[in-house]
């Protein structure tokens, strides 16, 4: 069971980018509370995760030895160095331009090798302009980088960015690397 549905999002995000952490690596969840994507990383991949909010995550999670808990604002939080299996998950509550200034933050120190964030929306249509504005950011800085509206999202988009070039790979959807293939017999 998980403590949110939010999780959905973030198994959308893996399954698009047709790559996953392997277990040797570190992830840091931002905005965590209360934990969904938290619970994946561990779920489903059995990495070691740094979740960092300003309130404790599902009393399950906080308990796990394989989950520190940072108490903290996920705009200011610098990680330790995480080797190069490294990842930053984010579904943190915030205007578009705070989202930017993430992805910006964590591009320019090269902080991470692959990152899924969502960037939520007010009203009933995308800021494209921030939109474009975080894409060209995060290219400038040498990733690569897919945005794309999910079945789970919902006034909002998910940016999936890596140093690696996921996006040949993401091309093809027989891939299945968080479970079946998908489409199987298409």
Known sequence: QMPSSAYRKLMEGIECMGICPKPTATVVDLGACPGGWTSVMRRYFNCRVIAVDR?????????????????????????????????????????????TELLSRWCENKWASNMIVTMKFQG??????????????????????????????????TFMVSENDMLKASDDLEIGVVGTPMFPGL
């Open 55 to 99: 309130s404790e995550l599902d009393a399950t999670l906080m308990k796990d030895k394989m989950v520190d808990f940072v108490k903290g604002d996920a705009f200011t939080f610098e990680p330790p160095d995480m080797g190069e299996e490294s990842w930053m998950i984010s579904d943190v509550i915030a205007y578009p331009d705070r989202v």
């Open 124 to 157: 009933t249509e995308p800021d494209l302009d921030q939109l474009d504005k975080a894409v060209r950011l995060v290219e400038d800085y040498g990733y690569s980088c897919r945005v794309k509206h999910f079945f789970n999202n919902k006034n909002e988009v």
